[in-house]
């Protein structure tokens, strides 16, 4: 009977007469799919509390008739004059913003959003962050125990941290004991000595056993530490010069600079609890101890037109600012190298949150490369960092972590660094001999160093880091004996590049040695002058003196002049002159301009495979004045 009496409900609801109740009642009992559009608009502006349980009811009813219309729900909710009625429908991870801003004003819109934000576990960062966030707008004990409850799910540190404030609420406590407990022990890398002290200080709260004899029975490294105890500001000094400048001044002189700075610091910078804030006034906070290899957490917070950032090893720096600065650049967003002039300063995506919320950096340096994560999103992916002070030398060894002073105010908070152990450096033995990679820098490299990276004291190609082109050296080289080693994988093509220009293909503009698994039955029908360690389309190799597919090689190339010899694993392989090799034209039959450079650069030449190279050096040979 309901298209029989829905005119005369409808126009009871439109109404402002008595039977406008009994219209909002009636729609509970008659409410069909097709009346959709018609529930929601009303639901959009009503106000009076039964009018909007009656129509919240409706709508449930009609959701559990279709499912299927979030994409209705969330369109109409967003341009609702009465937004808050729609919050028990609002399921998607999309609108948590949305849900945010009426929670900052409706706790039934708050809990929505903790409920929902529980949900966005694809980026665990801003996760913890959101759940920070709705902390600091409610007391309400129900709403604290399900923030709570959801940070216990987080792997995160900061997630830890935040439940171990929690030990503080009596109410919260129990939840607090066992979410730290649990993430402590599902989680190696956050185990340290300072989470370990988190977790006993409530020990035999652990609900637990089997959980509380685990992180008991732990012994782990000092791990993540603090750097900012919330309290003053012991473990920071106030900024003297530059690291340049300061390695160039006497103690006597840097201790008496030294007092002036921490004055100007204690000014600037104000210890605010579980904040660190810079009132906008004086320069950089560097932390005293000196770090080579980190990880670093650090939440901060800028206001309008901030501007502020950090830097790594006494040098600027990754770039903190508000990206609607675009007179300035600040649209590529913050966390990128901003200094760097010739690898990538720029960020790879905007990541920021807005403008005075909370943003949280991961930030890791090995030997000379950076990378960086802003609120979960991968924005450096290990970027070298060029020494913005002097750039004819690479990045500083060790220096100080600094908090860039920029004329703004700005806040941070968990500041937490783990030191890493160093990659391994490399320093030739052999007299005359000097390192082209010393295990950690590619500063006496250029060209592709995406894709050549330096990984435990060992030069790894990765092709699918997306690098695009040759590593070669800064400098030319003529006559020299270089010694090396190399690890194949199966298949595995590259070569070395040597007299070579840098552009052109190094094969025929300069002369290529091949390093090749030629062993694989892909290339069962090589030339003889393309198996590993010949001069490529010249002169041939002797073969079979190649190491297993997975072992370490070790290989001398000697060129003196138009004579080249090479030794593969004490072998000596090719043992030719170029010219007698092209006396009646070239093997390959092709043109090689180069063939006959006397300098040049020496260079890795990919071909799409990864492998890896170890123990770089090199001595140049002169030639002896008769």
């Known amino acids: 009977k309901w298209p029989e009496v829905k005119t005369l409900v409808w126009r009871a609801v439109q109404s402002n007469h008595p039977e406008r109740a009994a219209g909002f009642a009636a729609l509970t009992s008659w409410v069909e799919l097709k009346d959709f559009d018609l529930i929601a608009e009303k639901l959009s502006i009503v106000q009076l509390p039964n009018e909007v349980k009656a129509l919240q009811n409706c709508m449930a009813q009609l959701i559990k008739l279709d499912g299927t219309r979030n994409s209705k729900i969330t369109a109409f909710a967003l341009s609702a004059p009465q937004k808050i009625n ?33 949900k966005a576990f694809s980026n665990v960062d801003q996760q913890v962050l959101r759940y920070r966030n709705a902390l600091d707008l409610t007391q309400n004990l129900e709403t604290r125990e399900q923030i709570y409850k959801g940070l216990a799910k987080c792997n995160s540190l900061s997630a830890m941290r935040t439940l171990y404030l929690g030990l503080k609420e009596p109410n919260i406590k129990q939840i607090a004991v066992d979410g730290l407990a649990a993430l402590y022990v599902a989680n190696p890398d956050f185990q340290g000595q300072m ?7 409530n020990q035999w709260q652990i609900a637990d056993g089997a959980i509380r004899d685990q992180v008991m029975k732990s012994n782990p490294s000092r791990g993540f530490y603090t750097m900012y105890n919330g309290v003053d500001l012991r473990g920071w000094k106030g900024l003297v010069d530059n690291p340049v400048k300061r390695r160039k001044t006497s103690s006597d002189t840097l201790a008496i600079k030294q007092i002036k700075a921490d004055s100007i610091m204690r000014k600037g910078w104000l210890a605010q609890g579980e904040e660190l804030h810079f009132t906008g006034h004086g320069d950089n906070l560097c932390s005293v101890k000196d770090y080579q290899d980190f990880d670093l957490y650090i939440d901060w917070k800028i206001e309008k037109d901030g501007d502020a950032g950090l830097y790594l090893r006494g040098s600027p720096q990754v770039q903190i600012w508000d990206i609607a600065r675009t007179n300035v650049g600040a649209q590529v967003g913050s966390g990128g190298l901003y200094n760097n002039q010739i690898n990538p300063k720029n960020p790879t995506k905007v990541a920021d949150n807005p403008v005075g919320t909370w943003n949280t950096f991961r ?31 690479p990045i500083f060894i060790k220096d100080a972590i600094e908090l860039q002073a920029h004329g703004n105010h700005i806040v941070y908070r968990n500041i937490y660094v783990k030191e890493l152990v160093p990659q391994p450096t490399y320093k030739p033995e052999e007299i005359g001999f000097e390192p082209l990679f010393d295990g950690s820098s590619l500063f006496q490299w250029t060209g592709n160093t995406t894709d050549y990276v ?12 997306g690098g695009k082109g040759n590593l070669y050296t800064k400098k030319e080289y003529g006559d ?32 290529e040695l091949q390093i090749l ?9 090589l030339q003889p002058y393309q198996y590993h360690g010949s001069v490529y389309g010249i002169i041939p190799a002797k073969q079979g003196f190649l190491k297993p597919v997975g072992e370490w090689n070790e290989e001398e190339v000697i060129a003196e002049g138009n004579h080249i010899k090479v030794i593969l694993n004490g072998e000596v392989i090719t043992d030719g002159d170029i010219m007698q090799a092209i006396k009646n034209g070239t093997p390959d039959h092709k043109e090689h301009p180069g063939l006959l450079n006397k300098t040049g650069h020496i260079g890795f030449l990919g071909h799409g495979s990864p492998l890896k190279f170890r123990n770089l050096r090199i001595k140049e040979i002169t030639k002896k004045k008769k």
Do not use: C
């Open 86 to 118: 729609w919050v028990p429908f609002v399921q998607e991870v999309a609108n948590l913003d949305w849900l945010y801003a009426l929670g900052k004003k409706n706790e039934e819109a708050l809990s929505a959003f903790v409920r929902i934000n529980g």
């Open 195 to 201: 989470t370990k002290e988190w977790v006993l200080e």
């Open 363 to 393: 930030i890791t340096m090995r030997g000379e490369r950076v990378t960086v994560y802003l609120n979960g999103e991968l924005v450096v992916d290990n970027v070298i960092l060029e020494n913005y002070w002097d750039r004819k030398i």
């Open 454 to 465: 330096p990984v435990n004291g060992e030069l790894a190609v990765d092709p699918k880091r």
């Open 480 to 511: 020299f004996h270089m010694k090396f080693e190399f690890q194949l994988t199966p298949g595995a093509n590259n070569g070395l590049g040597i007299r070579t220009p840098l552009d052109g293909d190094a094969a025929y503009v300069g002369m």
């Open 517 to 525: 698994d030629n062993t694989s039955p892909m290339y069962a029908k």
